[in-house]
């Protein structure tokens, strides 16, 4: 019970925050997407790192929103979308990742309101986050710059069917 009122009381906005990194004008972006149970804050050290390295990208870093986990016995977490197990995640039900999708999507839109062109949008994300990063670029019908997915996987493997756009 501890736990739960922890992750609650950690996010009292309704709205998960959101991190930004980098300059109004910059030429280009990543979206960088953490992993369940995780939050923005944890990648936002790596994300100056990058960001010293490349100057010219704004990095947009959304946390999740807090949601129960069936996989962690209902507790709620950070999670962009509901895991059941790890066995086979290819048929997984994944409830809540067109919700998250649409977060993406959003974030994207508002990329390309800075001026900042789809070929030079990147959306990346580990584990879960990274699940999500390859659902999203793969299944919309535009083509971003590049999709980085570190230690994650194809949600619907077996049934998923890449956008001829994307």
């Not at 910059?26 to 149970?37: E, K, M, R, W």
């Not at 069936?70 to 059941?84: E, F, K, Q, R, V």
């Not at 580990?126 to 949600?155: H, I, K």
Request: aromatic fraction near 8%; hydrophobic fraction near 40%; charge should be negative.
């Amino acid at each position: 019970a501890g736990f739960r009122r922890s992750w609650r009381g950690f996010f009292d906005d309704t709205k998960p925050p959101i991190i930004r990194l980098g300059k109004d004008d910059a030429s280009s972006a990543v979206i960088l997407l953490h992993g369940l149970g995780d939050t923005a804050h944890g990648w936002a050290g790596g994300a100056s790192v990058l960001l010293n390295m490349l100057p010219n990208t704004r990095f947009v870093l959304p946390t999740a929103p807090v949601q129960p986990v069936t996989l962690n016995g209902g507790l709620p977490m950070p999670s962009w979308y509901d895991i059941a197990g790890l066995e086979d995640r290819a048929d997984e039900n994944c409830e809540g990742l067109e919700e998250s999708c649409a977060t993406v999507e959003a974030l994207i839109q508002e990329q390309k309101s800075h001026g900042i062109p789809l070929e030079k949008i990147v959306v990346a994300g580990f584990s879960q986050g990274g699940a999500l990063s390859l659902y999203t670029g793969l299944s919309r019908t535009y083509r971003l710059g590049g999709l980085v997915c570190m230690s994650g996987y194809l949600p619907f493997a077996r049934t998923f069917t890449p956008s001829p756009e994307a």
